[in-house]
């Protein structure tokens, strides 16, 4: 199972920007997806999850930030608006797979993408 994540890019603050993050390879079923952050110098956070429709965001978004998931495509989005520079950092993606019915379901993780707000 691969992840790729993409959308990133150099946002003015109050600017808005959507990343997706497809998923391919084999996959019977995904069970969660989620948007992940670091910033330099801080810990990786949860920034947004989705699982069987429900969501789930990290309080520093709320409000500004959705995330979505087309099922049939097995990808996920997360609609960043009213960005502040706070929210600079390098986003990645994860998802809880099931490759196969009846069968353990693992963690993957996608590449990176940089996001950066400033003016």
């Known amino acids: 199972v691969q992840l790729q994540a993409s959308g990133g890019g150099l946002v003015q603050p109050g600017g808005s920007l959507r990343l997706s993050c497809a998923a391919s390879?084999?996959?019977?079923?995904?069970?969660?997806m989620g948007w992940y952050r670091q910033a330099p110098g801080k810990q990786r956070e949860l920034v947004a999850i989705i699982s069987s429709g429900r969501t789930n965001y990290a309080d520093s978004v709320k409000g500004r930030f959705t995330i979505s998931r087309d099922s049939a495509e097995n990808t996920m989005y997360l609609q960043m608006n009213s960005l502040k520079p706070e929210d600079t950092a390098v986003y990645s993606c994860?998802?809880?797979?099931?490759?196969?019915?009846?069968?353990?379901?693992?963690?993957?993780w996608g590449q990176g993408t940089q996001v950066t707000v400033s003016s």
């Open positions: 994860n998802a809880l797979v099931r490759s196969r019915a009846f069968t353990p379901a693992y963690a993957y």
């Open positions: 390879g084999t996959i019977a079923s995904i069970i969660t």
